[in-house]
């Protein structure tokens, strides 16, 4: 799935993609959905940015955050972690999925962060939830 609100995906994948009554979204990257890289911007910026992504491709698939059940994220630098705790908490509420954050040196084209996420589609009889 590619939304039409969001910019093409940069590369040989999809957006997002459902299976098995799962919703996988692709790491998503700080760009706007006219395209425009938010590489400059500070660290809160993108990660706004990242997760604004997020939740529209996961609406795509018929999901929201409250059924997110496992997030990833790739940040460059462990100092930007709380201030993205922070911009995550706010997304999410009192949802809290699983969750890695992972330090790393660099990103693809010099981006502070990327994210990508697993969701359950409540309408599919196998899932369950707590």
């Not at 930007?80 to 997304?91: K, V």
Request: with cysteine; hydrophobic share 40%; proline share 6%.
């Amino acid at each position: 799935m590619n939304p039409k609100s969001m910019t093409a995906p940069g590369g040989h994948y999809s957006h997002a993609v459902r299976a098995g009554g799962l919703v996988f979204v692709s790491g998503q990257l700080p760009v706007t959905a006219q395209g425009h890289t938010l590489k400059d911007a500070p660290f809160g910026v993108q990660a706004r940015q990242s997760l604004d992504n997020c939740r529209v491709a996961l609406a795509e698939a018929g999901c929201r955050f409250v059924d997110v059940v496992k997030t990833t994220v790739f940040i460059r630098g462990i100092e930007h972690w709380q201030s993205f705790n922070t911009h995550y908490s706010e997304c999410f509420g009192s949802h809290r999925p699983a969750r890695s954050v992972v330090p790393v040196p660099e990103l693809h084209f010099g981006y502070l962060i990327e994210i990508e996420m697993v969701a359950w589609l409540a309408d599919v009889p196998e899932n369950l939830s707590d």
